[in-house]
Nanobody, 118 residues
Framework: QVQLVESGGGLVQAGGSLRLSCVAS????????MGWFRQAPGKERELVAR????????TYADSVKGRFTISRDNAKNTVYLQMNSLKPEDTALYYC???????????WGQGTQVTVSS
């Protein structure tokens, strides 16, 4: 089975930074891209950023453009999310997930909590 494990979340003051990691392990799977999602209480799950394994092409939600950077290390099967200039509205449970078609995400991690205080 494929497992995705996130790490790096925590409590940070507004304006601070965090770096999230997502490591894939187990059986190889047909993934063309990885996404970072977030979900806050009472809000819908939101795609924050996405990166293609092969080309490194990225996509960002408008709300995080210029502040967040997604990257990957193919040799380590790891995806990162560098979050700078954090705002209280960034507070959420952050998930990484894998997609084979840029639409449906078939593998998900357990999530890592990011809390930004004002």
């Amino acid at each position: 089975q494929v497992q995705l494990v996130e790490s790096g979340g925590g409590l940070v003051q507004a304006g601070g930074s965090l770096r999230l990691s997502c490591v894939a392990s187990g059986r190889a799977f047909s993934s063309i891209a990885m996404g970072w999602f977030r979900q806050a209480p009472g809000k819908e799950r939101e795609l924050v950023a996405r990166i293609r394994w092969r080309s490194g092409s990225t996509t960002y939600a408008d709300s995080v453009k210029g502040r967040f950077t997604i990257s990957r290390d193919n040799a380590k099967n790891t995806v990162y999310l560098q979050m700078n200039s954090l705002k209280p509205e960034d507070t959420a449970l952050y998930y990484c997930a894998s997609t084979a078609d840029l639409q449906l995400y078939n593998y998900w991690g357990q999530g890592t909590q990011v809390t930004v205080s004002s």
